[in-house]
């Protein structure tokens, strides 16, 4: 596998093709049905909302934040990333298309006020 240096133009598309390789070499495909990868992906969420549990409401950029823990914030929000995209694999969902979708769709039913008509 590819040191993380080599992958300078990463999209959702190269993490899809990773993902799939990794479960491939490892024969974990059959455990990747959509059921199995959601209750993965709300686990780790859970996981994620754990670093946050006790702190209170915390500042953009998490300023106070040690390193390490900015580290682990970044471990799990990757966990449910990977997660949601072999989710959205798997069902034959296209992740990119359907987010560029729903932003337009949220564009339209909650408009801007600096939008002019």
Known sequence: MAGVAEWENVNLEVLRKKMEEF???RNW???HMPRNLLLAMVG???ELSEIFQWKGEVPKGLQNWEEE???HLGEELSDVLLYLIQLSNVCGVDLGKAAL???GL???KYPSKNHHQ
């Open 29 to 31: 495909e059959k455990y």
């Open 44 to 46: 780790e969420v859970g």
């Open 69 to 71: 823990e900015k580290v």
């Open 101 to 103: 979708r729903k932003i």
């Open 106 to 108: 949220n564009a339209t």
């Open 23 to 25: 479960a491939k070499e």
